[in-house]
């Protein structure tokens, strides 16, 4: 015979990977299962004795609302908390994987993985420009924008604190290479000068970039002439002449090239070429791929550390939702042993205080992910990206998220009321009717 500590490890570990599989299960899966209990339900006469057991549970439950909520309260703070997280690292990677697209090329020295440890010689830029696959203005010049990213330091709107901030200089054709931003306030930099296009996102998180605003940034004066949008990366950047923002800072070289190609063959025969001229160590990839890959490792951590908060608070709403129920049981021992003595089994009776903790974990979840997108969803933040700048970017609470968090909900309701559903199945008939 084995030992009752070994049964309740057992016990723990099955949950545990039944709630696992539970929430790594595909819409379509959790539809099958909700559709079987709802035949088992509806079709059976112990189906029938549960629904009517629950209802009797169910009803009582304003008489008992200031216990029940604490499952509910639990529960919505772990599903809000959870998809608040997990929406960040979706808005994060949403911004950088629509910043760019399969017409557009970006050219960093061979092996280096971002900007910042990318160097282009100047010479190596009329090169480039006579490569195949490259698309062409009305004049025949070569639509490629040789650019340069300095780090510098803005107060944030926020607190005052310095934050790092992007500021690129960009190439004579820009406009035209980066063809997703549009000036909306102001106008462009004019080269030779010291003018700054902002983002808007940038405007929002950083103080002093209003149009007419003059900064200081490498010991000269810059004057703020326009505001841009383009929805993505961009948006968190100051613009400027890049040549000018070379000579303030000393910058002898580039360190990438954006290039409009020909459409996605054009990519392919600049790519071809790239890789055929022996002059020309320098890697290619698309726009889309390369911000892309630069929003994998963090929106992976995001996601992870919102994963392992969400589990260890729901361990202690799985502990609460625990204590609710059995102290609900207790409470409803002589009505549960009645049930018992009248003809109602021991499977009827687990499944209906199982149906009363899921109704108040739904509550719960929908509660949580309610708060959650009237909160977060559309919020404007900022975080540390692969230049070391912020890059802005707004929360994004996703259908797909409300429903794992939903899922979650269920999760615990089901953890957290399957021992007090098998401890009111086991009540001893004659000593909970003698109870008082």
């Known amino acids: 015979m084995k030992s009752p ?27 099958t299962i909700a559709v079987a209990i709802a035949l088992w339900l509806v079709l059976t006469r112990g189906g029938r004795l549960a629904l009517a057991a629950a209802r009797i549970g169910i009803s009582s439950l304003p008489q008992r609302w200031g216990a029940s909520s604490v499952i509910v309260v639990g529960i919505a703070g772990v599903v809000g908390v959870l998809v608040a997280m997990l929406a960040m690292g979706e808005g994060f990677k949403a911004t950088l994987n629509s ?6 090329a970006i050219v960093l020295r061979g092996g280096s993985q971002a900007e910042t440890n990318s160097v282009i010689t100047r010479d190596q830029v009329p090169l480039i420009g006579t490569l195949a696959g490259i698309a062409r203005d009305a004049q025949g010049r070569p639509l490629l924008s040789p650019e340069l990213s300095q780090v510098v330091n803005l107060p944030s709107k926020a607190d005052g604190t310095d934050v790092n901030a992007q500021f690129r200089g960009v190439g004579e054709l820009a406009w035209a290479v980066h063809d997703k931003v549009q000036v909306i306030e102001g106008r462009k930099f004019a080269p ?17 970039l209003d149009v007419g605003k003059t900064l200081n940034l490498g010991n000269q004066q810059w004057t703020v002439v326009g505001v841009f949008a383009s929805g993505d990366a961009h948006d968190s950047e100051l ?31 600049f790519k071809a070429a790239m890789d055929a001229d022996q ?16 929003s994998g490792q963090l929106a992976t951590l995001i996601n992870v550390l919102g994963t392992v908060i969400g589990a260890i608070m729901a361990v202690g709403a799985v502990f609460g939702a625990l204590n609710t129920m059995y102290a609900a049981v207790a409470g409803r021992a002589r009505e549960i042993a009645t049930m018992r003595a009248i003809g109602f089994r021991g499977l009827p009776v687990v499944v209906a205080v199982m149906l009363e903790t899921m109704l108040l974990a739904l ?5 949580g992910g309610l708060l959650a997108w ?6 404007s933040v900022s975080t540390l990206g692969s230049n070391f700048s912020q890059v802005v970017f707004q929360f994004k609470v996703s259908p797909e998220l409300l429903w794992n968090g939903l899922k979650w909900a269920l999760g615990i309701g089901l953890v957290g009321g399957l021992f007090p559903a098998l401890r009111a199945a086991r009540l001893p008939v004659t000593a909970a009717l003698r109870a008082t």
Request: charged share 15%; net charge positive.
């Open 5 to 31: 500590w070994l049964w309740n490890l057992l016990s723990i570990v099955a949950l545990v990977v039944g709630l696992a599989v539970w929430v790594l299960l595909p819409w379509y899966g959790v539809l």
């Open 99 to 104: 910043t760019g697209d399969e017409t557009s």
């Open 192 to 208: 030779g000068l010291r003018e700054i296009v902002v983002g808007q996102g940038a405007r929002s998180q950083f103080r002093g």
């Open 239 to 269: 613009w400027t002449d890049g040549e000018t923002l070379a000579s303030t800072y000393n910058r002898g070289a580039y360190q990438s090239i954006t290039v409009r190609t020909d459409g996605t063959a054009g990519f392919t025969a």
């Open 279 to 294: 002059r020309l160590k320098l890697d290619v990839s698309t726009t889309r791929a390369y911000y892309g890959k630069q």
């Open 363 to 367: 509550l719960g979840g929908l509660l």
């Open 374 to 379: 009237s909160i977060f969803n559309g919020y």
